[in-house]
């Protein structure tokens, strides 16, 4: 509660920084037009977005003729007011992202594109706030419904209006904004530019894009957005411009499939991806704790690979990021150590940080961060607190920082002694997130036991050539008994496609509560990054078979399935066991 008075206090005492109606006045009188992308991510401090309010879709429920703060309001978040944006300034953030559901007034599928008026007026009153107390300011298109998946529609009539509501939607809203300051930034889209081009949300017919032409289309939508904005004049023509990674993930980013837009401006462009992994700690309540040596090393590994783009010039914002609190609102267990793992990335690479935020950290009814040990973080990384340095000795502070935490994590895993896979060997186990996101169990294509719901016992095996190989996971132990039906499955072999190339899973039998159940499909096995060797057992988000799938009889293509279980007939499970033969192609 200290944290709060104290926040309030300067609130009161504050005296706002002015910026005229459309932001004309340069933040700190910086010459941001003469910045390149690199030098202006120095300058943008922490993020925070004003999640779950101007992006909340409500138009099925309230149609398209709603008032604004109807819309804003609908999924619970109070209205925004100015006191607000200035508390999140005040609590160390220098940026604010402002996620849009700009459909939520457009009457498209009658072919109307038109933003009610309203609607783009509220977004620029906010827009205003963010600008009146001084911070950068990040606006985009976000789900909006799942209007994107038009772009993957089997009808190219259907292609063509998704085609047309982008460009309608951010011609009115460049427009709109041309002459706004350099403070302001267009976001071309969340994580809709990627796989989700075939989302069924509002195309029931959606899935026809191959993964190759999602990206494509991906590279196409980037290059669109940037000659659409730049094409408008006023500072449109150079403002900074946040296209968006493919599906905003970093190892679909850094795949060369994806491209950067050409520019007819000079290093204005920025690049936007997300960070949640792993995903059962940072989003679920399934895991609640962080920390060993691998987890550390794989989070260090995955951000250096976005210097890709850095070193060409590209400034990287990871657009959201964060450990979600658990359901009654707590923080999770070493959510400070993720974060300043994390954030020391962030001053080593220059990359800028904007924290996901449904006024589950900020709480916006009370104009304070919600824990003080948190709140404390976020001030001591505030850009105030370090306006006396230069980026050198930042990322000197963070390297160091790194190593530190690396090593401390190394020797409390030594201490507690070696685990299964820390000698590099082929190890099978089975990933699993239960229906509610309750019960997890390593998920993902690096094996990390570590990463499980607390009483949950793996029945994982080193795999050392030909043979056959049982696995298993029991969820007796856990708090609940049972695991309530599932949201993803898989057979891994970490490092299966390096010790053992072309070799095939070949699943005999699945045991449900120790009882075989009838897969309704033929497994096939595949390789999403090269390393790990899977069998999906219940995965809904392969939309299309790959084609360099890998089957004991290639005649079985046309009865191959990504989702062998039914989640349908899925109650109550207690344990799952997989019994498969491993053998070479």
């Not at 038109?114 to 509220?122: G, H, N, P, S, W």
């Not at 904004?177 to 071309?188: A, G, K, N, P, T």
């Not at 530019?193 to 509002?202: F, M, P």
């Not at 000079?266 to 991806?273: E, G, I």
Request: hydrophobic letters at 40%.
């Amino acid at each position: 509660m200290q944290t709060r008075t104290l926040l309030l206090l300067l609130f009161i005492v504050s005296i706002a920084v002015g910026g005229s109606a459309h932001g004309a006045s340069e933040k700190r009188d910086l010459d941001l037009q003469a910045m390149t992308a690199l030098e202006l991510t120095f300058q943008m401090g922490l993020g925070i977005n004003l999640g779950n309010t101007m992006e909340a879709y409500g138009r099925p429920h309230l149609g398209a003729g709603a008032s604004p703060t109807d819309y804003e309001t609908f999924w619970g978040q109070p209205i925004t007011t100015a006191d607000m944006i200035r508390a999140m300034k005040l609590a160390g953030f220098d940026s604010i992202r402002i996620p849009v559901a700009w459909t939520n007034t457009m009457d498209y599928e009658n072919g109307d594109y038109t933003i009610d008026q309203a609607y783009l007026e509220r977004v620029e009153e906010i827009v205003n706030y963010a600008l009146a107390a001084d911070m950068f300011v990040v606006l985009n298109d976000h789900w909006d419904g799942g209007w994107w998946g038009m772009f993957g529609s089997a009808d190219q009539e259907t292609r063509q209006r998704a085609m047309d509501l982008f460009t309608a939607m951010w011609t009115q809203v460049g427009l709109h904004f041309r002459d706004y300051s350099h403070q302001l930034i267009f976001e071309v889209a969340n994580e809709e530019l990627g796989s989700r081009l075939n989302e069924t949300s509002i195309a029931l017919d959606s899935g026809y894009l191959s993964e190759d032409a999602t990206y494509r289309v991906t590279n196409q939508l980037n290059q669109a957005f940037v000659d659409l904005i730049r094409s408008q004049g006023g500072n449109n023509a150079h403002r900074f411009l946040l296209v968006a990674g493919y599906n905003t993930d970093i190892t679909r980013t850094i795949d060369d499939r994806f491209k950067m837009p050409t520019d007819t401006a000079q290093d204005k462009l920025l690049l936007s991806v997300h960070y949640y992994t792993p995903w059962s700690y940072c989003g679920t309540d399934g895991v609640n704790r962080w920390g060993t040596e691998q987890e550390y090393q794989i989070q260090n590994q995955l951000l250096e690979k976005m210097t890709k783009f850095t070193r060409e010039g590209y400034g990287v914002i990871f657009g959201e990021y964060g450990v979600l609190p658990k359901a009654d609102g707590s923080l999770k267990n070493n959510t400070v150590d993720f974060l300043t793992n994390f954030h020391d990335n962030m001053d080593l690479y220059g990359y800028v940080p904007m924290l996901w935020d449904t006024s589950s950290f900020f709480i916006r009814r009370e104009l304070a961060i919600v824990d003080q040990d948190l709140a404390r973080f976020f001030e001591e990384r505030s850009l105030p607190r370090r306006a006396s340095l230069h980026s050198d000795p930042i990322r000197e502070q963070a390297k160091a920082s790194m190593a530190a935490a690396l090593d401390v994590a190394r020797q409390r895993d030594a201490e507690a002694g070696p685990t299964l896979g820390s000698a590099g060997e082929a190890v099978a186990w089975i990933m699993f997130d239960s229906g509610d996101y309750q019960i997890t169990y390593s998920v993902g294509d690096i094996y990390t036991p570590t990463s499980k719901t607390e009483g949950v016992i793996a029945y994982d095996v080193v795999v050392t050539g030909a043979g056959t190989y049982t696995v298993g996971l029991d969820f007796t132990q856990t708090a609940v008994g049972f695991a309530n039906s599932i949201t993803f499955s898989a057979v891994g072999i970490a490092h299966g496609e390096v010790l053992f190339p072309r070799y095939i899973i070949d699943i005999k039998k699945i045991l449900i509560n120790g009882e075989p159940y009838n897969m309704r499909g033929r497994p096939y096995t595949t390789a999403d990054d090269g390393i790990c060797t899977r069998v999906n057992l219940y995965n809904e988000w392969v939309t299309r078979i790959p084609d360099n799938i890998r089957m004991i009889n290639p005649n079985w293509r046309p009865y191959v399935s990504a989702t062998l279980l039914n989640k349908q007939n899925l109650g109550r499970i207690e344990s799952i066991e997989v019994v498969f033969d491993y053998v070479p192609k």
